[in-house]
């Protein structure tokens, strides 16, 4: 039953035509012959005062015609176990084994892994993922996702985008699927999304074009385009644990096999234990030093406190509870704090979808 259910969600993407009508793929300025594997350079223009900077990338286009997978790492050049995980699969899979392609963005935001600065592209002071889908004559941080946008996300079928907590910020194992109404193929994203064996799956339902829109994430770049869309989520505190590599690997390897581009066996994973329906923010109201009350803890009752936060001289200005019942997925360690920012972003918990 399983088999006839994905069968059916990968007609939408899957075209399996004669091994001889495979075309070379182009993308930026190279062109990749099927059966090879192409490591290059998206290049990113200079504009106005700013330098240009550059995309690594690796294609591996397979001898038969399949889906286009585009597994994105580095949009956060701090949250290192995506980068290394997209290292180690470009190592583990054969061009001559795909039936489909793989573009695998090895570190999407240069600017932020060479200055070792969390969050933010420090040329431009700006978050990637919330500058889709970017500009040719905007700042670095636009001129990379335009890149992105138009060289990645238009030429694929379905989209990884890869990350994990940040410095100074903790995180559970989750994978986030995009559906609802402006959403495509919730039903393959989840398949998908289950292959990666985290014990958190959050529902992100796109309802209104202001949620794909404002702020706009790769995520919702992936909705824009209409291909369905998977967030991976493992590591956190700028770390680099093994664990973590390991786990975003064979998630990346699981996707391949289920959407049929590799003909490798599904690794046995475990089962998703908890559901939820997009999350909640604990938000502060004041910048200072962020005292979390429990730093281990993840399940939270409304009212419950989160932490307090005292501000530069020394006072405490402010406690900060749980708006809802439910599950912490990341959050900040401390001590820095800023008005505005999610303390805590708390899945709200659903049965099932
Ligand atoms: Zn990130």
């Known amino acids: 039953m399983l088999r006839l259910i994905l069968a ?37 223009p200079a504009f106005g005062e700013e330098p240009g900077t550059f995309i690594p990338v690796t294609v591996i286009h397979g001898k038969e015609t399949g889906p286009v997978l585009a597994a994105v790492a580095g949009v956060h050049g701090y949250e290192f176990p995506p980068i290394l995980a997209a290292d180690r699969l470009a190592d583990r899979i054969d061009p001559a084994d795909l039936t489909g392609t793989v573009i695998l963005v090895r570190i999407a935001n240069i600017p932020s892994y060479e200055g070792k600065s969390p969050h933010l592209n420090p040329v431009d002071g700006k978050n990637l993922n919330r500058s ?21 996300v238009a030429r694929a079928d379905f989209l990884l985008d890869l990350h994990c907590g940040d410095g100074a910020e903790y995180l559970e194992p ?20 289950k292959g990666f064996g985290f014990p958190n799956v959050v529902r992100y339902s796109m309802n209104t074009q202001a949620q794909v829109d404002t702020g706009r994430s790769l995520n919702r770049q992936g909705v824009a385009s209409g291909i369905p869309t998977v967030l991976v989520e493992y590591g956190q505190n700028g770390r680099r644990d093994e664990e973590f590599v390991a786990g975003i690997v064979t998630g990346v390897e699981n996707a391949l096999s289920i959407l049929g581009i590799w003909d490798e066996p599904r690794q046995n994973v475990p089962p998703v234990l908890r559901r939820f329906e997009s999350t909640t923010a604990a ?11 429990e730093p281990e803890r993840r399940y939270w009752f409304k009212g419950d406190l989160i932490g307090t936060i ?19 997925l990341y959050g900040i360690t401390g001590p820095p704090v800023r008005e505005g920012w999610s303390v805590a972003t708390i899945g709200n918990p659903i049965d099932g979808f």
């Not at 005292?310 to 912490?328: C, F, H, K, L, N």
Request: glycine content about 10%; overall charge negative.
């Open 8 to 44: 059916s969600l990968l007609a939408a993407i899957a075209v399996p035509t004669l091994a001889s009508d495979v075309q070379p793929l182009t993308i930026g300025n190279e062109t990749i012959a099927p059966g090879t594997r192409a490591d290059f350079r998206l290049n990113v």
């Open 283 to 293: 938000r502060a109201s004041h910048s200072g030093l962020f005292y979390p009350a």
């Open 132 to 152: 889709f889908p970017g500009s040719r004559s905007g700042t670095s941080t636009e001129r990379i996702a335009d890149i992105l946008s138009r060289e990645v």
């Open 174 to 193: 989750f994978v986030g699927v995009y559906g609802g109404p402006l959403a495509t193929n919730f039903q393959l994203a989840l398949e998908v999304g």
């Open 310 to 328: 005292r501000d530069y001289s020394g006072e405490e200005v402010e406690q900060i509870y749980s708006p809802i019942d439910g599950y912490a």
